[in-house]
């Protein structure tokens, strides 16, 4: 399946075509209401998903008007054990060699933009330094833990354009992230609803996305 494939180092994504079409059309409905703003993912490791999403601004001749981001620390995700120590959970193969490969193989290497390190220390740092100054029209979260996604939306959420959207890649996978979701909803009263985002056909709903008013 594309879960072996992806961990054996052929899939440069386990998306899969499902969550690849939403992520598509999400993207292709910003550009056709002209709504201004980036692109982000955070979680990217071998990062198919976001230079998909890149390949779609570039078929609509939006790759270079609008910044694509890829934020991943391509060291695994962190351990609850201290603030300063983390446990790695990924592969110990080197996942950011991989990742600018391929995106010299797309010819992608000046237009998508990599942010390297934990997301508790990047964003905050690339929100001062004016990285962020356009907003986000797209943000695409698959950070899995609750630690990981809070921060994201702590930190990204309020650059989101009001009609942009917001996608949640593991929702339902991840008992963390849920919580963190749900979390920051209540606590900045959002109520816009959340739509369904299938992995395969047959599945239950693994993902979700909603529009910010």
Known sequence: GINAEYMGGVAASMAGERRLDNFQELIEDVIARNLPGDIIETGVW???????????????????????????????????????NYKILMP???????????????GLRD????????????????????TFKNGFAVIRLDGDL????????????????SGGYVIIDDFNDWTECNMAVMDYRCKN???APLSP?????????????WRKP
């Open 46 to 84: 071998r990062g198919g998903t976001i230079m998909f999403g890149a390949s779609v601004l570039k078929a609509y001749g939006e790759l270079g008007k609008r910044k694509v981001f890829a934020a991943d620390s391509w060291e695994g995700l962190p351990s609850k054990k201290t603030k300063q």
């Open 92 to 106: 110990k193969s080197n996942p950011y060699s991989e990742f600018l490969r391929r995106l010299d193989l797309l």
């Open 111 to 130: 237009n998508l933009i990599p942010i390297r390190g934990w997301f508790k220390y990047t964003l905050p740092e690339n929100i001062k330094n004016g």
């Open 146 to 161: 609750y630690s990981s996604t809070m921060q994201v939306l702590s930190f990204l959420y309020p650059l989101l354009h």
């Open 189 to 191: 009263n959002i109520t």
């Open 197 to 209: 985002v299938y992995h395969e056909e047959g599945e239950f709903v693994h993902g979700v996305w």
